[in-house]
């Protein structure tokens, strides 16, 4: 469409802005509100792209090396969930993703097929994420809104069904968690928790973590981000065979190392610019949506996972498997498993516990080892879904993505329910996958409507 | 007057309760306070000047400032309870 052709090609940086803006009219802001909420966002993009640039360059050709010099494949770059989600949304899916991610709500709400309202809208991207996925490898705008619009049924579906569980184990009332990422996660953690649950002798096992974070004390601090980011760019850059003695000339492991810090504490905050700019948007959103159901009946309101991030176990499994994820990246990749060099993600790492931990019953053993398979799985999703994703990323923003070779993210990158939705038009083509998701999202909205009919 | 909002990424929640907050107190003509916001795991090292702790994860311990809970500025449920709450605690 020749509006599409206009805007994409002024860029993510200039688009995303406009269509802020123009949202943001529509949505009855006011055009100062709106255009500074939309040049927000474009700064976030601006500066999001900078640091991935900075940070690509930096880790790119020392993880080439790397595994040029151990035999490992190591050359995709994790650029983290900050960069899918600016990635997501600068795509055309992600273009229209908040309007029709409320749209399909508003119809499952009124046909009673799902019990909550969804207001966590930044977290829309992940939907787009899919879309845009599929978007890129049908070059089909129409079957990237079928996969995102596949997406988001089944994730409200699995956000339902749990929210008694982050009752129970999270003290939340009244909250479900339709985040797309971490929701993922539930059906696998049901399953491994079923399977344990029947083997003798295994189905007692547990590990008390719940003095963790004392025990683990001043060793913490090597896992915030600002110093887990230096310590893998130093160690990258160690085994990659780059010079620690300034006098030799080229780029020192100490500079990688810092560049690397530097990337995990930036992107982040370039993230926070980008939401902080969609917050006007997503709280008009929100009211809308809010007012709309007011009274109208007992509804659970869909809320970020990170919300559900403080449960200890959660907490101290997502800083055990940190170390894991590193040991199991390189593990893989010598098998010719995993091409991904975890970093920006790594930070990420909780939120797929999230749901895992109260489905496996607070039991940490259980959850750990659903942690270690989902890893483990996530690693090949992530590799396999490494072309298509730099693809999408290349159409968003040429400029920052061309020439950096393969990227990918764990969130959502890794993500087993992106997957399985991605790949269908892969394997048996557009018109089977069309058929498949189709079919899979009205059973789960046939199923939970009936769930909710009966409760 | 310092507020800080912790959740679990540093991210999302906190920058929305955030906002909320600065537009609630602003709305009701208050001045004289700022709001930061930080992840759960960093509080330690950002408590200082900090009267009021807004949480949206729960807390592992006591940090000795008074705390609040942070979904009613996420959801707009009990809102302006919390508000007057929160001006309330800080003597607004």
């Given amino acids: 469409m020749f509006i599409f052709e206009i805007i994409s090609g002024l860029g993510s940086t200039v688009m995303m802005p406009i269509i802020i803006t123009v949202f943001g009219l529509i949505l ?81 709400i009124a046909t009673k097929s799902t019990q909550t309202i969804n207001i966590d809208i930044w977290n829309f991207w992940h939907y787009a994420f899919t879309g845009g996925l599929v978007a890129s490898l049908t070059d089909n705008l129409l079957l990237g809104f079928v996969a995102a619009i596949a997406n988001i049924v089944i994730v409200m579906v699995i956000a339902d069904v749990t929210a008694p569980l982050f009752e129970e184990y999270n003290g939340l009332t009244g909250v479900s968690i339709p985040m797309a990422f971490s929701a993922a996660y539930a059906p696998i953690a049901w399953v491994v928790n079923e399977v344990i649950e029947r ?24 896992f915030e981000p600002i110093v887990l980011g230096t310590i893998i760019g130093f160690l990258v850059a160690l085994f990659a065979g780059y010079p620690i003695d300034p006098r030799v000339g080229g780029t020192t492991v100490f500079s990688i190392a810092m560049t690397m810090g530097a990337a995990l504490v930036l992107i982040p905050k370039m993230a926070s610019l980008l939401m ?79 749901f895992v931990v109260p489905i496996c019953k607070g039991n940490g053993f259980r959850a750990l080892l659903t942690g270690i398979l989902l890893i483990v799985a996530g690693l090949m999703i992530s590799t396999s879904l490494a072309p298509v994703f730099t693809d999408v990323a290349i159409m968003a923003d040429a400029a920052s993505y061309e020439g950096v070779g393969l990227i990918s ?24 996958a069309v058929v498949v998701l189709s079919v899979v999202s009205l059973v789960a909205a046939i199923w939970n409507r009936r769930r909710i009919a009966s409760l | 007057m310092k507020i800080l909002v912790c959740c679990g990424s540093g991210v999302a929640t906190s920058t929305m309760v955030e906002t909320k907050i600065k537009q609630s107190l602003e709305a009701k003509g208050k001045s004289g306070f700022s709001v930061s916001h930080c992840r759960m795991i960093d509080i330690e090292a950002n408590l200082n000047g900090v009267e009021l702790l807004v949480y949206n994860v729960q807390l592992q ?25 929160m001006i309330e605690i800080l003597g607004l």
């Avoid at chain 1, 590990?207 to 090597?222: R, T, V």
């Avoid at chain 1, 969130?411 to 048996?428: E, H, Q, R, S």
Wanted: proline residues 6%.
């Fill in chain 1, 199 to 222: 083997i003798p002798g295994l189905n007692k096992l547990d590990f008390n973590l719940d003095d963790f974070q004392n025990k683990l004390g001043g060793a913490s601090i090597l």
């Fill in chain 1, 409 to 432: 993210s764990i969130c959502d990158g890794a993500n087993p329910l992106t997957y399985i939705l991605v790949m269908p038009f892969k394997w048996i083509g557009e018109m089977g």
């Fill in chain 1, 28 to 108: 009855g802001i006011g055009f100062g509100k709106s255009f500074r909420a939309g040049l927000t966002v474009g700064v976030g993009l601006i500066g999001l792209n900078a640091v991935i640039g900075l940070m690509g360059g930096a880790l790119a050709p020392a993880a080439a090396q790397l595994s040029a010099n151990f035999g490992l494949q190591l050359d995709i770059i994790d650029v983290g969930w900050p960069a899918a989600a600016a990635i997501a949304f600068a795509g055309k899916v992600g273009t229209l993703i908040i309007p029709v991610g409320i749209a399909v709500n508003m119809v499952m």
């Fill in chain 1, 276 to 354: 902080e700019g969609l917050i006007p948007i997503a709280q008009a959103s929100q009211e809308f949506v809010q007012k709309r159901y007011e009274g109208k009946g007992n509804f659970y309101i869909g809320l970020d996972s990170a919300v559900a991030l403080g449960h200890p176990l959660t907490l101290a499994l997502g800083i055990i498997i940190t170390p894991l994820t590193l040991l199991i990246a390189v593990g893989l990749s010598k098998i010719g498993l995993n091409g991904v060099l975890p970093a920006v993600d790594l930070v990420v790492l909780p939120f797929i516990f999230i």
């Fill in chain 2, 61 to 85: 311990k006591d940090y000795g400032v008074p705390t609040m809970k942070g979904m009613p500025f996420l959801t707009g449920i009990g809102l302006d309870k919390a508000v007057n709450e």
